[in-house]
């Protein structure tokens, strides 16, 4: 079983339009996250919720909606997709909201704006 | 704020050789460090990690320890395999920080060649 699992794994799309990737985890994590990798491999955290309440929100353009309809669960919400988006967008998840453990990552989704 | 460096890439060895990759990290307080593989087209893994100054985390025959005195969390292995190619990301978390903050260094590409 997939510990945690992000869809779609790939994305083309066009500027302008709206895309969400979805993300579960079943390892009983409570606290989740949403990172962006550019081409250079460079991780940077975007979002981070803890038993569905937002406590990590970057500066993130406004354009990127975070949603968590419950714990297992964190779904990324883009508008306006803009050619700068494209990136490799990474799902994580761990148990506590403190450093306690360690992330696990999904597989990624990788987005690409054309 | 804190930050993590680690060298620059990509890092190109012979089957059987000695790896370093050097990481070195600026934190307030004590922080907890961590090693990542991302293999090819995969999310991230936790390959090792130390939570107190001069713990030494291991793991598949890779070693690395939390130096306090020097600020450094170096990743080691004695001899380096083809499978071993991937990238490498050095990480913190500053266990006061509730929403498990993790800061990653840059990553460093590794390629071993037969």
């Known amino acids: 079983d997939t510990a945690v699992s992000q869809t779609p794994k790939y994305l083309v799309t066009q500027m302008g339009n709206d895309k969400s990737i979805k993300c579960e985890q079943n390892l009983g994590h409570d606290t989740m996250y949403w990172y962006k990798q550019d081409s250079k491999k460079f991780l940077k955290i975007m979002f981070s919720?803890?038993?569905?309440?937002?406590?990590i929100n970057e500066t993130v353009p406004n354009r990127f909606s975070p949603k968590s309809p419950d714990k297992a669960h964190l779904n990324l919400h883009i508008n306006s997709l803009e050619l700068g988006d494209s990136a490799v967008y990474f799902c994580?998840?761990?148990?506590?909201?403190?450093?306690?453990?360690?992330?696990?990552f999904g597989e990624g989704s990788r987005l690409t704006v054309l | 704020g804190n930050s993590v460096t680690q060298m620059e890439g990509p890092v190109t060895l012979s089957e059987e050789a000695f790896l370093t990759i050097n990481c070195t990290y600026t934190a307030t307080g004590y922080p907890s460090l961590f090693w990542y593989v991302q293999y090819p087209g995969e999310g991230l893994q936790l390959l090792l990690k130390a939570t107190k100054a001069d713990d030494k985390g291991s793991n598949k025959g890779f070693e690395a320890t939390y130096r306090k005195e020097t600020t450094s969390f170096h990743l080691e292995k004695g001899s380096v395999q083809v499978s071993d190619s991937a990238v490498y990301f050095c990480a913190l978390s500053d266990p006061r920080n509730y929403g498990q903050n993790f800061v990653f260094g840059p990553g460093t590409r590794l390629s071993v060649l037969p």
């Open positions: 994580a998840s761990s148990h506590g909201g403190r450093a306690t453990g360690e992330l696990f």
């Open positions: 919720y803890n038993n569905k309440e937002l406590i």
